[in-house]
């Protein structure tokens, strides 16, 4: 032992372990150095002060005084009308002139999301309609009503995920610009998905009542009527189409979303990976929490 110290003190040997410490810090100070060095800046900063007036105190006076000089380059102070938190790291170097190009490629998404799921999901409710006796008043009984209320409740957070995927893959650098266009987007397609929805219904509608020989006010069979505008408003299919808009939107929309989004988007999740996290004895401090961190926060903008 007292060799082994002698030897440590001549350089020969392993070295102490405050030396080691010493050198892994010196080549830990190198390391980040030259990662440092090989990063590549977007020339934009965001400078972070306490108060507003502290910074509207410095845009002022950045602009009285003119540019800056920095190593050969000048720079500009400009107020931005956002939260430090909400800045979006990772899209400062993408191209502002392509965002309208990705909006609308978006969009293209969406719709075609919007087709696929009418397509895969809606049309084989729809046959099933058409394809039901309703001789003698007959209708589908409630079964066929729970699956109308599922498929709605599925394309809806099927439209809720596309969106949010859109706004976010669009590349804006702020969040609450993010925030803004997921509710334009997700507004324009439950709109979509009502329409879509409202006319497969009049279609099943008006076979329905073809069916059961329903006539309108005048004593008319809907089966001799050859204006589209005449069978419209009449009171059978004015009475279907109110009655399918109200079941479209209470359960379907207004009720049920708001109960399942937070058992299984949050409370679920979140109890899996509780239980996951108990049974790795090696995950701790911030790698736990993120673990735990809300897989899908109830989006209380809808």
Same mark, same amino acid.
């Given at each position: #032992?007292?060799?082994?110290?002698?030897?440590?003190?001549?350089?020969?040997?392993?070295?102490?372990?405050?030396?080691?410490?010493?050198?892994?810090?010196?080549?830990?100070?190198?390391?980040?150095?030259?990662?440092?060095?090989?990063?590549?800046?977007?020339?934009?900063?965001?400078?972070?002060?306490?108060?507003?007036?502290?910074?509207?105190?410095?845009?002022?006076?950045?602009?009285?005084?003119?540019?800056?000089?920095?190593?050969?380059?000048?720079?500009?102070?400009?107020?931005?009308?956002?939260?430090?938190?909400?800045?979006?790291?990772?899209?400062?170097?993408?191209?502002?002139?392509?965002?309208?190009?990705?909006?609308?490629?978006?969009?293209?998404?969406?719709?075609?999301?919007?087709?696929?799921?009418?397509?895969?999901?809606?049309?084989?409710?729809?046959?099933?309609?058409?394809?039901?006796?309703?001789?003698?008043?007959?209708?589908?009984?409630?079964?066929?009503? #729970?699956?109308?209320?599922?498929?709605?409740?599925?394309?809806?957070?099927?439209?809720?995920?596309?969106?949010?995927?859109?706004?976010e893959g669009v590349g804006f650098m702020f969040t609450d610009y993010v925030q803004s266009l997921y509710m334009v987007l997700y507004c324009i397609s439950c709109v979509l998905?009502?329409?879509?929805?409202?006319?497969?219904?009049?279609?099943?509608?008006?076979?329905?009542?073809?069916?059961?020989?329903?006539?309108?006010?005048?004593?008319?069979?809907?089966?001799? #009527?050859?204006?589209?505008?005449?069978?419209?408003?009449?009171?059978? #299919?004015?009475?279907?189409?109110?009655?399918?808009?109200?079941?479209?939107?209470?359960?379907?929309?207004?009720?049920?979303?708001?109960?399942?989004?937070?058992?299984?988007?949050?409370?679920?999740?979140?109890?899996?990976?509780?239980?996951?996290?108990?049974?790795?004895?090696?995950?701790?401090?911030?790698?736990?929490?993120?673990?735990?961190?809300?897989?899908?926060?109830?989006?209380?903008?809808?």
């Amino acid at each position: #032992m007292f060799c082994n110290k002698i030897d440590q003190i001549f350089g020969f040997g392993a070295p102490p372990e405050s030396v080691k410490a010493e050198g892994a810090e010196a080549e830990g100070k190198l390391q980040v150095q030259s990662i440092l060095e090989t990063l590549k800046c977007t020339g934009q900063a965001f400078v972070v002060f306490e108060t507003g007036d502290e910074r509207d105190l410095a845009v002022r006076k950045a602009k009285s005084e003119g540019p800056l000089q920095f190593d050969g380059s000048k720079l500009t102070l400009s107020e931005v009308n956002c939260e430090p938190d909400t800045v979006i790291w990772s899209s400062l170097t993408s191209r502002e002139r392509w965002l309208v190009c990705r909006i609308l490629v978006g969009i293209a998404c969406i719709l075609v999301s919007l087709i696929l799921w009418a397509a895969c999901f809606y049309l084989p409710y729809a046959k099933y309609m058409c394809a039901f006796t309703y001789a003698k008043g007959k209708e589908p009984g409630m079964v066929i009503g #729970m699956v109308f209320t599922i498929l709605v409740v599925a394309g809806n957070q099927v439209m809720y995920f596309v969106c949010g995927t859109v706004a976010e893959g669009v590349g804006f650098m702020f969040t609450d610009y993010v925030q803004s266009l997921y509710m334009v987007l997700y507004c324009i397609s439950c709109v979509l998905n009502v329409v879509l929805d409202l006319a497969i219904t009049a279609n099943i509608s008006y076979w329905m009542l073809t069916q059961q020989g329903a006539r309108s006010y005048e004593g008319q069979l809907l089966t001799d #009527m050859d204006n589209y505008k005449d069978i419209f408003e009449s009171y059978r #299919m004015q009475k279907m189409l109110g009655d399918q808009l109200f079941r479209y939107s209470f359960p379907s929309c207004f009720l049920l979303p708001f109960i399942l989004e937070p058992v299984f988007a949050i409370m679920v999740p979140y109890h899996l990976c509780k239980l996951l996290l108990r049974s790795y004895r090696g995950i701790t401090g911030e790698e736990a929490e993120n673990s735990l961190s809300i897989f899908a926060p109830m989006d209380l903008g809808r």
